[in-house]
């Protein structure tokens, strides 16, 4: 349904920094960088069908958004060790903890998931609904 994300952030050196970080154990890597801005996707070979034009989240030179919007970004990890990993991961690079990892039996009994909000406010989770 959604073809991509794009959001403002105020210091595009210190978000690139972040979310090559936090972004990383999920499978995603920076595939682009054009004035203003960067593209996240997965590996061109996954993405087969539409090669490197396959990158779903961007991030360009402001202004945020003052304040952020009420909502989230989830981005889809490929394990419960994925998940983990983002958290500590985006923590490390700048995050403010929003929710360790862990069930979320709320939504559904496979539901794991941790939250983060990076440096300009933006909610963002890292979620898999594999059971392990």
Same mark, same amino acid.
């Given at each position: ?5 794009? *959001?403002? &952030?105020?210091?595009?050196? !210190? ?9 990383? @154990?999920?499978?995603? $890597?920076?595939?682009? #960088? ?10 061109? $070979?996954? /993405?087969?069908?539409? =090669? ?6 961007? *991030?360009?030179?402001? +202004?945020?958004?003052?304040? +952020? +919007? ?12 994925? &998940? ?9 690079? =700048?995050?403010?903890? /929003? =929710? ?8 559904? @009994? ?8 990076? @440096? #300009?406010?933006? !909610?963002? $989770? ?5 059971? $392990?």
């Amino acid at each position: 349904m959604i073809d991509h994300v794009s *959001i403002g &952030v105020a210091d595009l050196a !210190r978000s690139k920094a972040f979310y090559d970080a936090a972004l990383a @154990p999920l499978g995603y $890597e920076r595939r682009a #960088d054009v004035p203003d801005a960067c593209g996240y996707g997965r590996p061109a $070979e996954e /993405n087969s069908a539409i =090669g490197s034009h396959a990158l779903a989240f961007w *991030i360009e030179r402001g +202004p945020a958004s003052a304040p +952020p +919007p009420a909502g989230h970004i989830c981005f889809r990890a490929p394990s419960r060790g994925a &998940v983990q990993a983002f958290h500590r991961a985006a923590l490390a690079a =700048g995050g403010r903890d /929003n =929710g360790a990892p862990g069930l979320r039996p709320h939504y559904h @009994p496979t539901y794991y998931a941790a939250f983060v909000v990076d @440096p #300009d406010g933006y !909610r963002i $989770e890292a979620v898999t609904h594999t059971p $392990e």
